[in-house]
């Protein structure tokens, strides 16, 4: 089991940008797809963003498009999500997932992933 620890959560204000990173451990990540989520509290947890395992291919959730960007550094096993133009509305505990069987196309449920990290808090202000 491929062991994800996230990183670069904080608290900013509206219109701010952060940076999280995931690093992952335990196995090899490089031939797999992998993604973002995030959850508050009762609700289900979303789909973010999600990347094939080269970086060639990338999919986003509408309320994110053209403001987040995901991206993998797989020589250093890293996922990252870029986060521009911060919205209150994307408070939320973010989680880096991995998905172990190959897709061909990007999984956007989270029951798709079988690896998660403990997630890290994001909160913005208005």
């Known amino acids: 089991q491929v062991q994800l620890v996230e990183s670069g959560g904080g608290l900013v204000q509206a219109g701010d940008s952060l940076k999280l990173s995931c690093a992952a451990s335990?196995?090899?990540?490089?031939?797999?797809?992998m993604g973002w989520f995030r959850q508050t509290p009762g609700k289900e947890r979303e789909f973010v963003a999600g990347?094939?395992?080269?970086?060639?291919?990338?999919d986003y959730a509408d309320a994110v498009k053209g403001r987040f960007t995901i991206s993998r550094e797989n020589s250093k096993s890293m996922l990252y999500l870029q986060m521009n133009s911060l919205k209150p509305e994307d408070t939320a505990v973010y989680y880096c997932a991995l998905r172990r069987s190959l897709v061909v196309e990007i999984p956007i449920m989270a029951n798709e992933f079988e690896d998660w990290g403990q997630g890290t808090q994001v909160t913005v202000s208005s």
């Open positions: 990347i094939i395992w080269n970086g060639e291919r990338t």
């Open positions: 335990g196995g090899p990540v490089s031939t797999h797809t």
